[in-house]
Each structure stands twice: as C-alpha cells, then as structure tokens.
C-alpha cells in the first residue's frame, strides 16, 4: 500500500472510529493496516497495493482497533452485555480468498 493510499484510509479510519478514537492513536491504526494489508496479500496471491484488498483490510483494521483490549478472548461480558468476538485474521483471510488470484 503505497502512503497517499495508507493515510487516507487512516484518516477514513479516524472519522468512522470517531468517538473510540484516541488522540495520538496513529501509530496504532498505522501498525494494524501495516498487518492486516500483509495478511490480505499473502492470502491472496496479490500485491499489496492492490486497491481489492482495501475494503477487508479497512473492515479488519476497524475491528482490531475497537476490540483492543480483549486480544485472545472469543467473548466478553459487562453488566448485561455479552460479546462474542471473531477470529478478525481468520475472517480476513477467508474473505480476500474470494478475489485471490491463482497462479
């Protein structure tokens, strides 16, 4: 992913997480697009800068970030509220196989 492409998504990002969004966060959102764009290629077969990937990878990044905190739980409980998490890698790399390219 080239850094025009990366830091417009970053700042996609930055809106849609909005309110969860903590001021000085960069560097993380930058590290979990950095992951989860590598992810994405491998499973794939394409270049990292293929703009098809950018949609899951975006989808991916928004999960990790607001789920931080829960890492390596498959579900959570507060009060009332009751999550269940999916595997955010294992989704991701199911769902850019179906624009992976054979080779």
Do not use: C, H, W
Not at 43 to 57: A, W
Not at 74 to 100: C, F, H, N, P, W
């Amino acid at each position: 992913m080239n850094e025009k492409d990366k830091a417009n998504m970053l700042e996609r990002l930055k809106k849609d997480i909005s309110v969860n969004f903590k001021v000085g966060d960069d560097s993380v959102l930058s590290g979990f697009i950095d992951d989860y764009i590598s992810i994405a290629s491998d499973n794939s077969n394409r270049r990292k800068d293929d703009k098809k990937l950018y949609p899951y990878v975006y989808k991916a990044v928004a999960s990790a970030y607001q789920r931080r905190g829960d890492e390596g739980s498959s579900s959570s409980t507060e009060g009332s509220q009751s999550t269940s998490y999916i595997d955010i890698e294992e989704k991701l790399a199911k769902d850019v196989r179906a624009v992976r390219v054979v080779k």
